[in-house]
């Protein structure tokens, strides 16, 4: 896993559910 915003890995956490 690449280094990512708490912004982007929380909004693809939300894209995924």
């Known amino acids: 896993m690449e280094k990512k915003t708490c912004f ?4 693809s956490s939300k894209a995924i559910h």
């Open 8 to 11: 982007q890995n929380n909004f």
